[in-house]
T-cell receptor, first 112, second 116 residues
């Protein structure tokens, strides 16, 4: 089955700086890669996703890049703000079967 | 629009007790799933369903049963609770957005289960 590794497990950045979280996956059949944000005590929520036929996708301060050859994808948050503090999860699936395999999460802390 | 509703929010069980975690969605999503979340281990898939009457095992199915008699409901049953099942449980429902080629999982608010 699919295996997703996520690094780092914790990340602290100064407010206004950029944060990068990286994930690798094992199954070459995976073609859909969402990112979820989970604030303390709350449910995970989708923030951005990317398909394998796309190398990069942006949504305001958030971007995701995908290197299908190397089987890794990354989340980039620019101009970080205190409300970006949360746990972020990457995931992978074969689009259509909707079985998501999640990474172990990154706790991002924005230092004011 | 309630989305995905889980009950209860908190539960303490004694070892060997059984219970059912309830999950209901009102978005007419075909796909529903149960995850458990443990510190440092992310979200792990327990069981999932692609439609009423159809269920399958995920990554960590042992000790859990599910059924899907309706599109709306997907209960998770713990047959004989063990301390290793202490965790936060999330139910999720999702749908395929054809054309946009995406799927989004909507999560319930979670059930924090402690087995003593």
């Amino acid at each position: 089955g699919e295996n997703v590794e996520q690094h780092p497990s914790t990340l602290s950045v100064q407010e206004g700086d950029s944060a990068v979280i990286k994930c690798t996956y094992s199954d070459s059949a995976s073609n859909y890669f969402p990112w979820y944000k989970q604030e303390l005590g709350k449910r995970p929520q989708l923030i951005i996703d990317i398909r394998s036929n796309v190398g990069e996708k942006k949504d305001q301060r958030i971007a995701v890049t995908l290197n299908k050859t190397a089987k890794h994808f990354s989340l980039h948050i620019t101009e970080t703000q205190p409300e970006d503090s949360a746990v972020y999860f990457c995931a992978a699936s074969n689009f259509g079967n909707e079985k998501l395999t999640f990474g172990t999460g990154t706790r991002l802390t924005i230092i004011p | 629009n309630a989305g995905v509703t889980q009950t209860p929010k908190f539960q303490v069980l004694k070892t060997g007790q059984s219970m059912t975690l309830q999950c209901a969605q009102d978005m007419n999503h075909e796909y529903m799933s149960w995850y458990r979340q443990d510190p440092g281990m992310g979200l792990r898939l327990i069981h999932y369903s692609v439609g009423a009457g159809i269920t399958d095992q995920g990554e960590v199915p042992n000790g859990y049963n599910v059924s899907r008699s309706t599109t709306e409901d997907f209960p998770l049953r713990l047959l004989s609770a063990a301390p290793s099942q202490t965790s936060v449980y999330f139910c999720a429902s999702s749908y395929l957005v054809l054309g946009r080629e995406r799927t989004e999982a909507f999560f319930g608010q979670g059930t924090r289960l402690t087995v003593v």
